[in-house]
């Protein structure tokens, strides 16, 4: 299990009609584009860039709006899932492919399940990590249980307080209670924390990244609900059984909701962050599912 050699990927900036766009490639051959979550940036797939790459595919993960260097619109609004998900299909069409094997971790899984929702035309395959399906957290989150893990999302809401308190600490609140719930001992190293640390603290990312909580949950319910649609690209769905912030029930999709769907692979001693967890197992997973 080893980490690439940084000098081997190839950094560049997507000019995107509301975002500019900071990501990392790797490799030749179709395209797979890994979408990242909160709090990381595209250095959260570190262990899947190579091993797909060697795999035979070409490997863009960008930071998305608002995170690392990538540019970070004002306002909650440019943080809507809709405006994201056109992000993303947008690079895709800018990294000069028509569709993409598509892969999001946390809230670049709730991307991808928007760019699978509302474009299909560009999702080839769908791999979905520790993220539920848009309508089955609706239901969840209503219930004191998940509210109770997801009181994050309302603290956010508040103006100026949360920005005050993850930077506080030189990050200790992303730091201990975000990356510290990993369950694998040493999945994020000294040399990793820095590297974060210095994406964290880039004019702007905090607020911008907490904007996409205040976004979310600025819609109402019945909104969110008309949001959804039929997601029909084949999907893999990979969990992480001991996450701290969603419950192992909300792992399976409605099969209504996504037909296609191929598999659900719990791994039952990964946290959250499974691909951190169990990097070689999450790799195999993908590189078996995108090349299928």
Sequence with gaps: MTAFDLDQLRHGYAELSEARLHYVEAGEGPLVVLLHGFPEFWYGWRFQIPALAAAGFRVVAPDLRGYNTSSKPRGVAAYDLDRLALDVRDLIRERGARTARLAGHDWGAAVAWSVAMNHPEVVERLAILNVPHPRRFLHAVRRPRQLARSWYMVFFQLPWVPELTVRAGRWRFFRVWGLGSAARPGAFTAQDIERY?????????????????????????????????????????????RDRYLGRELADPDPADVPNLERVVRLPDASHWVQHDAPERVSRLLIDFFAA
């Design 197 to 241: 640390v210095e994406a964290w603290s880039q004019p702007g990312a905090a607020t911008a990244t907490i904007n996409y909580y205040r976004a979310v949950l600025r819609q109402s319910p019945r909104r969110a609900e008309e949001r959804i649609r039929v997601v029909r690209a084949p999907t893999l769905v990979i969990w992480g059984e």
